[in-house]
């Protein structure tokens, strides 16, 4: 299926942004002051890469297929399992945000809230990705027709064509690459 490759290719993306995150929690733990600017680049990119453009095609097309055509125990068992876990992650990107708000009011404490949401979020999506990738992305290639996997190839080409004319590809692999080099990931 050529629309699990391109989601298989944004977990890669995905990845690379959680180590980031790492980087960030690492320097606040070397005494670094917390980076407000990159924080709200990684949430920028969390909310409209992640969530916005690669979990909308899971969650509107992939996992929307896989329920109505594989049955209630695909539908309310592993892909409930996933939306779960792509509302939890939602919650902790959330609590980032409101946590550095609190940090800009200047409540130190909040610095535990920066670092345990990042931390909670990239632990979350590795595990996260690593089934997708493994289970549900395996599963539904082998168990979805093949009418259902051009109709989910389709729509999902639909989406992606969508956003490279809005340069959402191109834009957030930028902004990936310059908070590696930031880090020290990239040189």
């Known amino acids: 299926m050529k629309s699990v490759e391109i989601m298989i290719d944004e977990h890669k993306n995905i990845k690379r942004m959680l180590k980031v995150i790492r980087e960030n ?47 209630d125990a695909i539908k309310n068992g592993p892909i409930t399992g996933m939306l779960i876990e792509h509302d939890l992650g939602r919650l902790y990107i959330k609590n980032l945000e409101e946590a550095l708000g609190r940090l800009k009011e200047e409540k130190e404490e909040a610095v535990l809230d920066i670092m345990t949401n990042s931390m909670a979020y990239a632990e979350l999506l590795h595990r996260h990705i690593d089934k997708e990738d493994n289970l549900i992305y395996t599963f539904a290639d082998a168990r979805l027709s093949e009418d259902n996997k051009t109709i989910v190839d389709d729509k999902c080409m639909v989406v992606e064509n969508e956003a490279k004319i809005k340069g959402i590809q191109e834009n957030y692999i930028n902004l990936l690459e310059n908070l590696e080099k930031k880090v020290g990931i990239l040189k």
């Open 25 to 71: 929690c690492l320097n606040i733990l070397k005494g670094r002051d917390v980076d407000f600017e990159d924080f709200y680049k990684v949430i920028d990119f969390v909310r409209n890469y992640a969530d916005k453009h690669h979990h909308n095609k899971e969650e509107e097309i992939l996992f929307k297929y896989m329920g109505e055509t594989l049955g």
